[in-house]
């Protein structure tokens, strides 16, 4: 059971190149989310899914995009990257029980982006 | 909005020492509360939640929390801290009809040998 698979797991962008992050849970989660962790800042929510083909937008989703058209994926996209996207970004996948609220969160293990 | 306040950012134990942690969310309804830990390199890993009953609430390597409502807060200790257990800990808050997590800034434990 691999749980939840970000890839890549690092990566150098140039300023103003694009890129796709992909997160992928076997676990047949229904709401799925985007975060960035920063130094002192803890983890922001960037953009969630409570569903296939729902987005909707966190704290802090300026710059970036996401997609969800597939149960299992969420893609994080960033169209002109920037030195402030440097970070270290997590998905992340939850379930409801079926009655009520959810058991936590599974995290994936990240991707350390840098932006020069 | 949801808010989590974690008041420590930087804490040093010797080991063996007793640990706590503080952790205090603004929200007024009924809400899902978490600690999670994150070893250098590594993932979240959840150590422990409270949804509702007793609100003393035991994790797992030892850790537990208590969950008191008319302070809101959800403070992590452990009695006794190993060199193992050095980390950074975040607090999470999420209300139970929606499904957002919402993070504290994180604790950083050093435990020194």
């Known amino acids: 059971n691999a749980g939840v698979t970000q890839t890549p797991k690092f990566r150098v962008l140039k300023t103003g190149q694009s890129m796709t992050l992909l997160c992928a849970q076997d676990?047949?989660?229904?709401?799925m989310y985007w975060y960035r962790q920063d130094p002192g800042m803890g983890l922001r929510l960037i953009h969630y899914?409570?569903?296939?083909?729902?987005?909707a937008k966190g704290e802090v989703p300026d710059g970036y995009n996401v997609s969800r058209l597939k149960k299992q994926n969420f893609l994080l996209g960033l169209e002109s990257a920037a030195p402030s996207q440097t970070s270290v970004y997590f998905c992340?996948?939850?379930?409801?029980?079926?009655?009520?609220?959810?058991?936590?969160?599974?995290f994936g293990s990240g991707t350390r982006l840098t932006v020069v | 909005a949801q808010s989590v306040s974690q008041h420590n950012h930087h804490v040093i134990l010797s080991e063996a020492a007793s640990l706590e942690l503080g952790c205090n969310y603004s929200?007024?309804?009924?809400?899902?509360l978490f600690w999670y830990v994150q070893y250098p390199g590594q993932h979240l890993q959840l150590l422990l939640k409270?949804?509702?009953?007793?609100?003393l609430v035991k994790g797992i390597k030892g850790f537990e929390a208590e969950f008191i409502k008319s302070k809101f807060s959800f403070n992590l200790r452990k009695p006794s801290v190993q060199w193992s257990d050095t980390a950074e800990y975040f607090c999470?808050?999420?209300?139970?009809?929606?499904?957002?997590?919402?993070f504290g800034t994180g604790t950083r434990l050093l435990v020194s040998p």
């Open positions: 676990m047949n989660h229904e709401y």
């Open positions: 899914s409570v569903g296939e083909g729902t987005t």
């Open positions: 409270y949804f509702s009953g007793d609100p």
């Open positions: 929200y007024g309804g009924t809400v899902n």
């Open positions: 992340a996948s939850s379930s409801l029980s079926g009655t009520g609220p959810i058991y936590g969160y599974t």
């Open positions: 999470a808050v999420a209300n139970t009809g929606f499904q957002k997590l919402v």
